[in-house]
């Protein structure tokens, strides 16, 4: 049994990662802006009480971060897995149309927001003896791959997110805490738009199984959900 903490769980990628955790017997603190909201989640909560436990978290808000951190080390005097799953897209952006604070807004939730998290909880993850930390990203973050136009926000933010990562892989590496890149794929979330091939509970098992696997002869990859090394 594993103790994983999931950001962005209300929906999508991250509400399949709760599920499948907590169908295996993991114990999962489920964040997200507005618990509230989150019916589908909270549905989990009610399914599986002992596994699930959601909390009120806002990657962009450092105390929101602190609150969330208080709750879950009242509960838990250690952290195995921080998957931070939160991200925002930004849709129709050109050259011309380019909104900086849109742009900021982006970078806030895909590049400083795990930051912010991770910052806060690796006391927690310091108290495992399995820890791991899985930055969730997206191909459209590799600079070698990318083609055609648009998604300045998305693209340039995670690939910060990438490069940010990496240092901090060597970082934590003589904590033994390993660091892992993960794109999730193409997937069928309100994000990833109906076109997308990939189902979100597809995504979510074929991450859960890579991140089984990962040692700390593995920190710093860029990943795919089913394995595969993407190039920076």
Not at 109 to 122: A, D, H
Request: with cysteine.
């Amino acid at each position: 049994m594993r103790t994983v903490l999931v950001t962005g769980s209300n929906r999508g990628i991250g509400l399949a990662l709760v599920h499948q955790l907590a169908a295996q017997g993991d114990v999962v603190f489920a964040t997200c802006r507005d618990p509230e909201g989150a019916t589908e989640l909270r549905s989990l909560a009610h399914r599986y009480p002992e596994q699930v436990h959601m909390v009120s978290l806002d990657v962009t808000d450092a105390a929101s971060i602190q609150r969330a951190f208080q709750i879950i080390a009242r509960m838990t005097p250690a952290l195995d897995w921080l998957i931070n799953n939160a991200g925002v897209l930004i849709e129709g952006e050109t050259l011309a149309t380019l909104d900086f604070d849109k742009m900021a807004y982006a970078f806030d939730v895909n590049t400083f927001g795990p930051f912010r998290v991770v910052q806060r909880f690796l006391p927690l993850l310091r108290g495992s003896k399995q820890p791991l930390i899985c930055q969730m990203t997206s191909i459209m973050g590799s600079i070698s791959l990318t083609e055609g136009t648009g998604y300045y926000s998305y693209r340039g933010s995670k690939a910060a997110l990438n490069m940010m990562s990496k240092v901090l892989a060597a970082e934590l590496r003589p904590l033994g805490i390993p660091v892992v890149l993960m794109h999730p794929g193409w997937v069928r979330t309100r994000m990833g738009g109906p076109e997308a091939p990939l189902r979100p509970e597809d995504s979510a098992r074929g991450i859960l199984r890579v991140l089984s696997t990962v040692t700390l002869r593995d920190t710093g990859r860029f990943l795919t959900w089913e394995g595969k090394e993407l190039p920076w």
